[in-house]
Each structure stands twice: as C-alpha cells, then as structure tokens.
C-alpha cells in the first residue's frame, strides 16, 4: 500500500507543478523557462522519466532491473509516505505563496516579485525542500540502490539550481534578496 500512496504522490507532484503552469500560461505568464539558460537542463527529463518508472514498477509490479532493496520495512515504509505527503504540503504552499512569480527555470525577462513571506519566510527554496522530502520518502518506500542515487543526484541539482537563481536573485534585487537571505536559511536550516 505504501509503494501506491508513493505513485500517487509522484502523481500529484507534477500534476500540481503542471497545473500552475497552465494557470498562469492563462493569465498570460510564461513560468516555464526550463531549459533557458542552460541548455544542459535538458539531460534532466530522460532521467526523471526513468525515476517515474522505476517508482511505478516498484508499486504496480511492472518489470524493472531494480528489484533488489536494501532493506524491507513497514515501518520504513510509512515513514517515507509521511515525507511524501510533507513534500507535498510544502510544495502546494509555496506554489501558493509564489502566486504569479512562480517560475520553472530563470524567467530574466520578467521575473516577478521577490516573494518573502509565507512558507518563504521559513525557508528560501521551499519547493526544493519538498521535492527533497519526496525524493527521501520514496527512497524509504523503495530503498533500491538506484534510488538512492536519486536522492544524492537529485540533492545536487537542486543545489546547483538554487545557486543559479540565488545568483540572479542577488542580481536583480539587489539588498532586498541579501537582507531577505541573511535572514531566512536556504533550506531547513
């Protein structure tokens, strides 16, 4: 059951993630901008497809490679839905709280408003820290060794993302951002 509630989540993630993109495109704001600056970006998505897979295999017994895990745990198990569902709270909440600012990739054109309040007032990268949360859970739920360099992979993305953006955001806003980072950590802490 919890290798299911951990597709469901991986579901619902892009889902959300999709759908505030196609609300925006609506209201006339290209938040996609995946890709933009660094086309390297692209090696990204053959990657996820595969995590997908393998996280969908896992739960629907299709064929994988990946079927031999490190440990077996119940208990482990629901401890990694319990970080899915967290991931997702976070993430719905900082989709909210970016409102139209919300962006895939580095929008130089027309970035938006720096956002510090709400989730943003706890943490500068809330959407990394839900996906980090999600990638953690799903690791816990189906600890295969492939996974886990999921989890370290995807952990250094998100880091090289987040410097990307802070260096922009430091850019163009200038002591607002600095005044924003000294007080609020990157991530949790």
Not at 47 to 67: D, E, K, M, R
Not at 126 to 146: D, K, Q, R
Request: proline share 4%.
């Amino acid at each position: 059951m919890a290798a299911i509630v951990g597709a469901v989540v991986i579901v619902v993630l892009m889902a959300s993630v999709l759908t505030r993109v196609v609300v925006l495109r609506r209201a006339g704001v290209q938040a996609a901008k995946f890709g933009e600056i660094d086309k390297t970006d692209f090696f990204i998505p053959p990657f996820a497809l595969l995590y997908f897979y393998l996280i969908f295999a896992h739960a629907f017994g299709w064929p994988s490679f990946a079927n031999r895990a490190f440990f077996s745990s119940v208990a482990a198990a629901w401890l990694g839905v319990a970080l899915c569902l967290a991931g997702l709270v976070v993430l719905w909440l900082a989709i909210i709280d970016f409102g139209t600012s919300f962006r895939i990739g580095i929008d130089t054109g027309k970035p938006g408003e720096l956002v510090t309040n709400g989730i943003f007032a706890r943490t500068r990268n809330p959407i990394y820290v839900g996906f980090a949360f999600v990638l953690c859970g799903e690791f816990l739920i189906f600890p295969h060794p492939v996974l886990l360099l999921y989890v370290a992979a995807g952990f250094a993305l998100f880091h090289r993302q987040v410097l990307r953006e802070e260096s922009f955001l430091r850019e163009r806003y200038g002591d607002a951002f600095r005044t924003y980072a000294a007080r609020v950590p990157r991530y949790l802490f």
